[in-house]
């Protein structure tokens, strides 16, 4: 609190002793002893006191603005992690939608769920931090993979399926997907 009204400690300080002065030397300033002249004497020292407490006033007004600003820029940054880890974390409910539907052979659905999460991941990798561009690239490289596995999948028949192979594989991949977006969830790599 002391911290927050040094501003108008200091002009109330520079007021008194502006105060103290104006009035121990108010004889030797002012020679004549007519009322018009005091009375312009202690206008002006009121005004000069107006106009430092207007100033400093100024000054803490601007000190207050920036200090809430940068709360606000603050606050704003977690809101946007928080958001961010929400995304992350409707990322990895469709990467297991589509994982159990290719475990189940429903190529189709596994597909629909796979484009929603690639949708999902457009809005959130790019709000990533530029030191994981490299895990991005990989994340980019398996979920183009994925898609190819999927719409091939998605051609397949009860008469010739995807061997147990490919399946294993694209579950694979899959799976190395949702790790790497766990590893971009802002809420595992910084403290809110």
Avoid: W
Avoid at 85 to 114: G, K, M, P, Q, W
């Amino acid at each position: 609190m002391f911290k927050d009204n040094i501003v108008r400690i200091l002009y109330i300080v520079v007021s008194i002793i502006l105060v103290v002065v104006a009035y121990k030397y108010e004889k030797t300033i002012i020679s004549d002893e007519n009322n018009f002249a005091r009375f312009s004497y202690f206008g002006t020292v009121i005004t000069a006191i107006g106009f430092i407490v207007a100033v400093c006033e100024v000054m803490h007004s601007v000190h207050i603005s920036k200090s809430i600003q940068a709360t606000a820029m603050s606050l704003l940054e977690k809101v946007k992690l928080v958001e961010s880890a929400s995304t992350i974390s409707d990322c990895l409910a469709a990467i297991d939608e589509t994982n159990n539907n290719v475990s189940h052979e429903d190529y189709r659905t596994a597909l629909c769920s796979f484009q929603y999460f690639r949708k999902l991941c457009v809005k959130v990798l790019p709000n990533q931090a530029n030191d994981i561009k490299d895990s991005e690239n990989r994340i980019s490289e398996l979920i183009n993979e994925v898609e190819m596995g999927l719409l091939k999948a998605k051609k397949t028949t009860p008469d010739a399926p995807l061997t147990k192979r490919q399946k294993t594989d694209l579950m694979k991949k899959i799976l190395d997907i949702k790790v790497e977006v766990e590893n971009l969830n802002p809420a595992i790599r910084v403290k809110l």
